[in-house]
């Protein structure tokens, strides 16, 4: 027994360095399938102001009915702080915002999914979006945890058409698959909204409960459905091509800036029309709401092709 | 037997050995998520350096180039500019140039008419002034009273208000001079944030910055000359305040048209955010009554204080940069009489509210976003009814704004 157990372990020790000699040697790298072709990122770009006003007025009309948001905010009970800040300053400024969670709570109202699974939750809640659509063409996801400058949103959907499969957000890269990250929120058409959920219902494509040993987050599976219907990941960006969608806070941001462009901090940081942060206390969301909406330099003025009232009943923005 | 049953354990152990390996790596090596590049990180396009705008002059900085973003309309600000010229003297020390003052150099101040950094020892290359007194809490007085004269002597002529802040002050110079726009230089008086004990008419707060008019920093000058004013203590911002109102300079009033603070000695999370135990001094200190919450603070805020380094940054990102696209504050004060650019734009304003036609390649025309008539004060508290008001929504070139209502 002892040489086998001698041998058995000499076996362990052989199969594992052979894998990592193998993977070291890239010639064959167990992950991908594809060939070594260059995968092509996707950009989704905001208008430019030039682009803006070269549009007629009928058509300018026209978007602004089109360009209307609904907001799906999953929150869960204990992050209740984040929940009542979400509702008390960023999604006021979403045409339609409905929160769903994964169990209810006393104190906030919202769509109970009664869901533990985070997967199961997110596709229960992109299917009630979906038939509770009204006339409502973009769709947003985040968590409570996110912050959301809708109206930047609205700016990069402005020209695009929702009845073309769009999946955007802050693009990732996981072996060969592209998705997009949750953290900093995901933008879905209603042409990619209504795909997902015809292609939820395939269980060989799209299970509920994955298929490999270990589970793959919530927004790679969401890819993985999604491109089985051929929608893709993209990335948002403004009209300079800065990224839109960020996955980390200001004041990490305006760090990493004040590391990196020491003599140009706040240009090399984030776009201006910046649609998402992650990581951001209540409270410091509270003072972007100040940022965003209210504190401006006197004199200034930019004419904007469309004008976003401030919402009712509210006065943080 | 024992031969082909170790070769089966071997294998068995191989298999086993590969596949967790497999897994292993897959998990954080295959699979490891990094972002997708942007275009602009894919031209990799270096940030390009500022132009500098500063003309040195001795140790002061004189602004060239009001700084200006590329979309914007910003000629209200520029008329503002060069009517109501602001001096900044900021109050720092050796020990925090590269700490504080690179960073207020590299953001607030840019936005002043002069800028002037005051230190004990001079520094030709930052640069500093060197005000001759040691460092310390018990200098501040020494060093104010100082500064405003080295202020007086070397650079009258070349502003109308003269603000002091310290190194870990942020101020919005826009917004200040819109407070400031409603007065003269030839006014006796100074604005901060106002306190009230200890003086008839109160004194303003050092940290949150005060500002005074030309007449104002001539009187204190002129107090020291006639020893009416003296250094009595080192508590910079109750001496000043006692010297000027010996001098009949009034205590102003720096508040915004719906009486919200502009000037804050704190920084915008704790006045937005945070709860004043009612026992902390500030209650006491405060002219004005203290709101809490977000009408704590004027939409067009002029400082705060105890701000950091990263914040200054963040501060300038959120006043300068970052914004809501399309989005109609619901504060929006009239412009002033005598400050809106050119002659055309007067017949604008009283001709009511019109749509206007803004021509972009003109000098001189008028911006309709912030020309509207006398009825500001009501479609400022009350959003709901814009009535008139919609006729000028985002007005561009030839085109009425297209508005969008949010209804819930």
């Not at chain 1, 699974?117 to 979906?130: F, I, M, P, T």
């Not at chain 1, 997009?180 to 292609?199: F, Q, T």
């Not at chain 2, 809490?137 to 002597?153: C, G, N």
Request: hydrophobic share 35%; net charge negative.
């Amino acid at each position: 027994m002892l040489s086998e157990g001698g041998s058995f372990m000499k076996g362990m020790a052989m199969g594992a360095i052979f894998c990592l000699g193998l993977s070291l040697f890239g010639t064959f790298s167990p992950a991908t399938e594809h060939g070594p072709g260059e995968h092509h990122h996707h950009h989704v770009k905001a208008p430019s102001k030039d682009e803006l006003t070269r549009l007629s007025d009928s058509h300018v009309l026209e978007l602004v009915n089109q360009v209307r948001v609904s907001c799906i905010i999953m929150v869960q009970p204990k992050i209740l702080v984040y929940w009542a800040t979400a509702l008390d300053t960023w999604s006021k400024h979403c045409d339609k915002a409905v929160f769903y969670t994964s169990e209810s709570s006393k104190a906030l109202e919202a769509v109970d999914l009664n869901e533990e699974d985070d997967w199961a939750r997110l596709r229960k809640a992109l299917k009630h979006a979906y038939e509770n659509a009204g006339d409502l063409r973009w769709f947003f996801v985040a968590k409570a945890t996110t912050f959301a400058i809708i109206e930047n949103l609205k700016h990069l959907v402005l020209t695009k058409d929702p009845e073309e499969p769009f999946y955007l957000g802050n693009a990732m890269k996981s072996g060969e698959l592209e998705y997009v990250a949750y953290e900093s929120g995901i933008v879905l058409s209603y042409e990619a909204l209504k795909r997902l959920v015809n292609v939820l219902e395939d269980e060989e494509k799209c299970p509920e409960r994955g298929h490999a040993l270990w589970t793959m987050s919530e927004d790679k599976q969401l890819a993985v459905c999604l491109k089985y219907t051929g929608v893709f990941a993209e990335n948002g960006e403004d009209s300079h091509g800065k990224g839109l969608f960020n996955s980390k806070s200001v004041d990490s941001l305006i760090t990493d800036s004040m590391r990196d462009n020491p003599t140009n901090v706040v240009e090399g940081c984030c776009s201006d029309l910046a649609v998402t942060f992650n990581g951001m206390s209540p409270n410091q969301m509270q003072v972007m709401m100040f940022g965003v909406y209210r504190l401006r330099p006197y004199g200034h003025d930019f004419h904007d092709l469309l004008v976003f009232q401030p919402p009712e009943g509210s006065d943080n923005d | 037997m024992k031969g082909s049953s170790s070769r089966l354990a071997f294998s068995l152990g191989f298999l086993v050995g590969a596949c967790s390996i497999y897994f292993f790596l897959r998990q954080v090596w295959f699979e490891r998520s990094y972002p997708v590049l942007t275009e602009a990180q894919e031209r990799a396009t270096a940030v390009s350096e500022s132009p500098t705008s500063w003309r040195k002059e001795g140790a002061a900085l004189i602004n060239l180039l009001h700084p200006h973003h590329a979309d914007e309309d910003s000629r209200l600000a520029d008329v503002l500019y060069h009517k109501v010229r602001v001096l900044c003297w900021v109050m720092t020390g050796p020990y925090n140039l590269q700490s504080r003052a690179r960073h207020v150099r590299a953001t607030w101040s840019r936005h002043c008419n002069v800028v002037v950094f005051m230190s004990s020892v001079e520094d030709p290359d930052f640069p500093t002034v060197g005000l001759g007194t040691k460092e310390g809490r018990d200098q501040l007085y020494w060093k104010t009273i100082r500064a405003f004269h080295y202020v007086y002597e070397h650079h009258a002529s070349e502003a109308d208000w003269f603000l002091k802040a310290d190194d870990d002050t942020f101020v919005v110079v826009d917004n200040l001079r819109w407070i400031l726009s409603n007065h003269t230089p030839e006014e006796p008086i100074y604005f901060g944030k106002r306190f009230k004990p200890y003086t008839k008419q109160g004194y303003m707060s050092g940290g949150a910055g005060y500002v005074l008019s030309k007449e104002a920093l001539k009187r204190f000058v002129e107090g020291f000359r006639t020893k009416v004013c003296t250094h009595i203590t080192p508590v910079e911002d109750l001496a000043l305040g006692q010297c000027l109102e010996k001098m009949g300079v009034q205590a102003g009033d720096s508040r915004d048209t719906l009486h919200r603070e502009t000037f804050h000695p704190f920084v915008p999370e704790h006045h937005l955010t945070g709860k004043f135990s009612k026992s902390f001094w500030y209650w006491s200190y405060c002219y004005y009554p203290i709101v809490e919450g977000p009408q704590c603070c004027s939409d067009l805020a002029v400082s705060f204080h105890y701000v950091e380094a990263e914040l200054m940054y963040t501060l300038e990102y959120y006043t300068y940069h970052l914004r809501a696209f399309g989005y109609r504050p619901r504060y929006r004060p009239s412009v002033r009489q005598g400050l809106t650019p050119g002659p055309l734009s007067q017949t604008v304003v009283t001709a009511g509210l019109k749509a206007v036609q803004v021509v972009t390649d003109g000098r001189g025309h008028t911006t309709s976003a912030s020309s509207l008539g006398g009825n500001t004060i009501k479609s400022e508290t009350e959003p709901e009814k814009l009535g008139k008001d919609d006729l000028n929504s985002g007005v561009t070139e030839n085109r009425t704004g297209v508005t969008q209502g949010r209804h819930r």
